[in-house]
């Protein structure tokens, strides 16, 4: 009897650190995992910030005004005048109604 109880003991002794080990190894893998995460997380975030920033810068240089402002400036452009409009109809003017 006395036997066995050494030998039970014996078995705890060695198995309770090991499972105590184990248990901080896998907080220490979790925490890691956990700030992975959270990086990903600050990442997607910055991501979505940025898209919306392009987004509206987009939306700023696509507007009406600022294109007339850089054909009219930058590239020479105007609006024509009516008398310098003409219409050219191709194949005869078959089909077509002014």
Same mark, same amino acid.
């Given at each position: ?5 050494? &030998?039970? *003991?014996? &078995?705890?002794?060695?198995? %309770? !650190?090991? *499972? ?10 979790? $925490?890691?995992?956990?700030? $992975? %995460?959270?990086?990903?997380? @600050?990442?997607? +975030? #910055?991501?979505?910030? #940025?898209? @919306? ?6 939306? $700023?240089?696509?507007?009406? +005004? ?11 452009? @105007?609006?024509? @005048? !009516?008398?310098?409009?003409?219409? &050219? ?7 077509? +109604?002014?």
């Amino acid at each position: 009897m006395k036997k066995r109880f050494y &030998i039970v *003991f014996f &078995i705890m002794v060695i198995t %309770i !650190p090991l *499972f105590l080990g184990v248990n901080a190894y896998q907080a220490n893998v979790c $925490d890691e995992i956990r700030r $992975d %995460i959270k990086g990903v997380e @600050r990442l997607q +975030e #910055n991501s979505i910030e #940025n898209s @919306r920033i392009i987004s509206a810068e987009i939306a $700023d240089l696509m507007t009406v +005004e600022r294109l007339e402002n850089e054909a009219k400036n930058n590239l020479g452009y @105007r609006k024509m @005048r !009516p008398e310098e409009i003409r219409l &050219i109809i191709l194949g005869g003017g078959k089909g077509f +109604e002014l």
